[in-house]
C-alpha cells in the first residue's frame, strides 16, 4: 500500500482518466459506429448520453454505498463494471446492446466523482484539498485530449472494436492497481450510522448545495454537448476536414487541462470560489454566443475561452461542495445530488440540441446552450448574494485516518 498522498493520487487519477477515455471514445468514431449499426448520427449520440444515465440512479444511492462498503471497495467495483462495459461493447455491434453495454460502463462514471473526492479529502489535510481536487477535476479534459488524437487512428489500424478491447485492459489494470495500493476511510458500521443519522434530507435542506447542483447541471449540459458536436460543427458548419475537425476538437481537452489545477490553487489561495466561478461563467456564456461566428484563429479562441470556463466551473463547483457542507458526514450525499443533476445534464444535452440542429439548423442550437448557460451563471449569482456560511467541520481531518 503506498505512503505518499500524491502517489496515491496519482494511481486514482488513472482509473479516472480511463472512465473518461471510454465514455469519449464514441465521439470521434461517430460515422464509423453509424456505418457498422445502421443507424443515423442523431441516435449515435445516446451511446453518449446513456453513458451517465445509470449516474442519474446510481449517484444517491452511491452515497449510501459508499458509507456501507468504504469508499476503496466501491472504486474496485467501478472498476470491474468499467472493464465489463467495455467487453460487453466488444463483442456487438447491435445498437441496443450497444446501449446496455454503455449504461454499465456508464456505473464507474456515475461514482468515480463522489469516490474520487471522498478519498483526497482522506488522504489530504484540511484547507488543503483544492489542488488535488481541482486536479482531480480534470480527468474528463485529460481523456478529452488523450481521446480525440488516438481513438481514430487506432480504429483505423486495428479495427473499430480494437479501442473497446483496450480500454477493458486499462480498466482491469486500474481494478488492480486500487485493490494493491489505495487505502481509504473505514466503512461506517450499521451502529456508526445510525449515531451519524446522515440523511439525504439533511443534505437537502442546504440552499447552497441546489443552487451548485443547478449550475453544475447547466455546466453539464454545455460542456457534454460540445465535446459531442465539436467536431460536426466544423465539418458541417464551417466545412473543415474531418482531421482539422478533430483537433480542433482535442484542442478542448489539451486547454482545460491548466485551468482545472489553477481551479484549486485559486481557491486556496484567494477564499473567493462563488466570485471565481460567477466570472467563469459570464466567460462560458459568451463562448456558446460565439460559437456560429467564428473564423481562422477564432476558432482557438472560442475552444481556449469554452474549455477554460468549464474547467473552472466543474472544478471549483466541486470544491464548493465539499466545503460548504454543515458536517463531514454529508459530503457523500451533496456531491451525489450534485452528480445527479449533472448525469442528467448530459443525457439530455446532446440529443436534444443535435435534434434542434436537425430541424432548425446550428444557431437554434448554439441558442439552446448559451440560455443553459446563462441559467448557470444566474443560479452562481444567487449564491454570492447569501451569508457565508459556517465551515468548521466540513472536511475529513488528516487525523481521522
Not at 450499521?190 to 447552497?208: D, F, P, T, Y
Not at 443525457?347 to 434542434?356: C, D, E, Q, R
Request: hydrophobic share 55%.
Amino acid at each position: 500500500m503506498l505512503k505518499n498522498r500524491w502517489s496515491k493520487f496519482a494511481v486514482l487519477y488513472v482509473g479516472a482518466v480511463a472512465v473518461s477515455l471510454s465514455q469519449l471514445k464514441v465521439v470521434p468514431v461517430m460515422k464509423q459506429l453509424a456505418l457498422d449499426t445502421g443507424m443515423p448520427i442523431s441516435d449515435i449520440s445516446w451511446l453518449m448520453s446513456i453513458f451517465t444515465i445509470s449516474g442519474i440512479f446510481l449517484a444517491i444511492p452511491g452515497a449510501t454505498l459508499l458509507t456501507r462498503i468504504g469508499a476503496k471497495r466501491l472504486a474496485v467495483i467501478l472498476m470491474g463494471c468499467l472493464a465489463l462495459g467495455n467487453v460487453m461493447g466488444a463483442l456487438t455491434s447491435n445498437f441496443t446492446l450497444l446501449l446496455i453495454s454503455r449504461a454499465v460502463e456508464g456505473i464507474a462514471f456515475s461514482m468515480i466523482i463522489m469516490v474520487g473526492i471522498v478519498l483526497i479529502n482522506y488522504w489530504f489535510p484540511e484547507g488543503k484539498t483544492g489542488t488535488p481536487i481541482g486536479t482531480f477535476g480534470i480527468f474528463s479534459a485529460v481523456g478529452s485530449l488523450i481521446g480525440m488524437n488516438v481513438t481514430l487512428p487506432i480504429v483505423e489500424q486495428l479495427g473499430l472494436k480494437s479501442v473497446w478491447w483496450i480500454l477493458a485492459g486499462i480498466a482491469v489494470l486500474a481494478l488492480v492497481l486500487f485493490q494493491w495500493l489505495l487505502d481509504g476511510p473505514p466503512k461506517e458500521s450499521a451502529a456508526e450510522r445510525k449515531i451519524g443519522n446522515v440523511s439525504l434530507m439533511e443534505a437537502l435542506r442546504n440552499s447552497r448545495t441546489w443552487l451548485l447542483a443547478l449550475a453544475q447541471g447547466c455546466m453539464a449540459f454545455v460542456l457534454f454537448t460540445f465535446i459531442t458536436i465539436y467536431p460536426q460543427l466544423f465539418t458541417d458548419f464551417y466545412g473543415l476536414s474531418t482531421e482539422s475537425a478533430n483537433f480542433y476538437a482535442s484542442l478542448f481537452g489539451l486547454f482545460g487541462i491548466p485551468f482545472g489545477v489553477m481551479a484549486g490553487y485559486l481557491v486556496d489561495r484567494t477564499g473567493k470560489p462563488e466570485l471565481l466561478t460567477f466570472v467563469s461563467y459570464i466567460l462560458l456564456t459568451l463562448s456558446c454566443v460565439a460559437a456560429t461566428f467564428l473564423s481562422g484563429a477564432l476558432y482557438i479562441v472560442q475552444i481556449f475561452v469554452l474549455s477554460g470556463s468549464v474547467g473552472l466551473v466543474s472544478c471549483i463547483i466541486m470544491i464548493m461542495a465539499s466545503r460548504f457542507v454543515k458536517r463531514k458526514a454529508l459530503i457523500g450525499y451533496s456531491v451525489s445530488f450534485i452528480n445527479m443533476i449533472y448525469y442528467i445534464g448530459i443525457v439530455i444535452g446532446a440529443p436534444l440540441v443535435l435534434k434542434i440542429i436537425e430541424k432548425s439548423g446550428w444557431q437554434a442550437g448554439m441558442n439552446l446552450l448559451s440560455v443553459a448557460s446563462g441559467i448557470g451563471t444566474l443560479s452562481i449569482f444567487v449564491l454570492m448574494l447569501m451569508k457565508q456560511p459556517a465551515r468548521a467541520g466540513h472536511q475529513l481531518m488528516e487525523g481521522e485516518k
